[in-house]
């Protein structure tokens, strides 16, 4: 059977997906560029060529992983809708008890960032665009009226770290906190946040 020849974009892109593949199966630490590239049926040597070392290949994979989300919750928040249905859509997708793929993936780039100075940039900028996101919809809804918040950048870490730490908690160990008790954790800090309902 020929091999189909993919340009430089498309190799990368199955690479990176290969790569995700492998950080989910055997964790970021344990990843070796010979178990991206066997995965694929190419040589160690392409890896290396797209990619020039482990961290910054785990670093890429990341980032291209992550980056759907971001996508994803770009679309959310982007909706024609009240501020309130965006920011509820946005945090129930993005919670652990909803849709978003890759904490898992998102758990061991923390980790790996410890001690990798490249993921660590990376992480942080993926960080940076998520409460971004959520920032812009709660200044929306200030303007609107629709929140009383006196410091949406605040609100939104708040936020954010809670279901950080929510996600952790459920995905290292199951069955500690159950997901009716994770949502209403969440939705009580939604309305303390935003002053809904005042």
Not at 4 to 15: I, T
Not at 38 to 57: D, I, Q, R
Not at 139 to 168: K, M, Q, Y
């Amino acid at each position: 059977m020929a091999r189909v020849r993919l340009n430089v974009e498309e190799r990368r892109a199955d690479l990176l997906r290969a790569a995700v593949e492998q950080i989910e199966q055997r964790g970021a630490s344990e990843l070796r560029l010979s178990d991206v590239a066997s995965a694929l049926g190419v040589s160690n040597a392409l890896v290396v060529y797209h990619f020039e070392s482990k961290e910054k290949l785990v670093a890429a994979a990341f980032a291209y992983a992550a980056e759907a989300d971001l996508d994803h919750l770009r679309r959310l928040v982007g909706r024609p809708t009240s501020a309130e249905r965006r920011i509820r859509a946005a945090v129930r997708w993005y919670s652990p008890t909803g849709k978003a793929k890759g904490w898992r993936l998102w758990i061991e780039g923390w980790a790996v960032s410890l001690r990798e100075p490249t993921l660590r940039e990376v992480a942080a900028g993926l960080d940076r665009q998520w409460r971004a996101a959520l920032v812009e919809v709660i200044e929306e809804g200030v303007t609107a009226g629709e929140f009383t918040c006196a410091d949406p950048t605040s609100s939104a870490e708040r936020l954010t770290a809670l279901i950080d730490g929510l996600a952790v908690r459920m995905t290292v160990h199951p069955g500690l906190i159950s997901r009716g008790a994770a949502d209403g954790w969440v939705e009580e800090a939604l309305v303390r946040e935003l002053g809904l309902g005042v």
